[in-house]
């Protein structure tokens, strides 16, 4: 089975806090890639990064981590002294080939909210 | 970043009449795009994918005839839910990508909401 799971559906964080956003996923491939999307409440979905399955080392762009672990197929994302402009859904999504085409399959996304 | 644009970004119709909605990638050649419809609070749904001057593959469960895709240029596809009814009333979001390998992303568009009254 080709699955993502984000098993927190919403976090709530005070303003300054650190939070982490899991995603499990599965899948039957030796070589894939991972993404990770936030949607603000505006709807439109921003690219926050890629991440390909022989690539393990950790990423950090600014405020924003990423911790991939095969061995628990877990792609962890890390907002440190998280603001309130962060507050978005935030989806974890897996790259697989379907009919010929790859395609996503997202997971059911975790809402952040960040309180001032 | 690329660009994908979406037109209109909300269409609030009759019931029985037909709405075309379009999406434009404006800085790059879209190889493959894709329709998702997104219901609130919940995760994206795709419901097909097109690729430029082929006819679009449909998933399952989603009606071909009720949903009509174009993907007539590179830049340019277009989704027309035809008699809509309320229930069809949803956002609906594409997505371009200029490749077709695993390590391509998805560009998305700002989404339509479509009401159907």
């Known amino acids: 089975a080709q699955k993502v799971t984000q098993a927190q559906t919403e976090i709530s964080v005070v303003e300054k806090e650190d939070v982490t956003l899991d995603c499990v996923y599965e899948t039957r491939d030796t070589t894939y890639y991972l993404f990770w999307y936030k949607q603000p409440p505006s709807g439109e979905l921003v690219f926050l990064i890629r991440r390909n399955s022989f690539d393990e080392q950790n990423e950090i762009s600014g405020r924003y981590s990423w911790n991939f672990q095969k061995s628990t197929s877990s792609f962890n994302f890390t907002i440190t002294a998280s603001q309130v402009v962060d507050s978005a859904v935030y989806f974890c999504a897996l790259s697989v080939k379907t009919s010929g085409t790859y395609k996503y399959i997202f997971g059911t996304g975790t809402r952040l909210k960040v309180l001032a | 970043g690329a660009v994908v644009s979406q037109h209109p970004s909300w269409v609030i119709c009759k019931s029985g009449t037909s709405v075309k909605i379009e999406c434009r990638s404006l800085d790059f050649q879209a190889t493959t795009m894709f329709w998702y419809r997104q219901f609130p609070k919940q995760s994206l749904m795709l419901m097909a994918t097109?690729?430029?001057?082929?006819?679009?593959?449909?998933e399952q469960g989603v009606e071909k005839d009720k949903f009509l895709i174009n993907h007539a240029s590179l830049t340019l596809s277009t989704l027309t839910v035809t008699s809509a009814h309320p229930e069809d009333s949803s956002f609906y979001i594409c997505?371009?990508?200029?490749?077709?390998?695993?390590?391509?992303?998805?560009?998305f568009g700002p989404g339509t909401r479509l009401t159907v009254l």
């Open positions: 997505s371009a990508r200029g490749g077709t390998g695993a390590y391509n992303e998805q560009f």
């Open positions: 097109s690729n430029e001057g082929s006819k679009a593959t449909y």
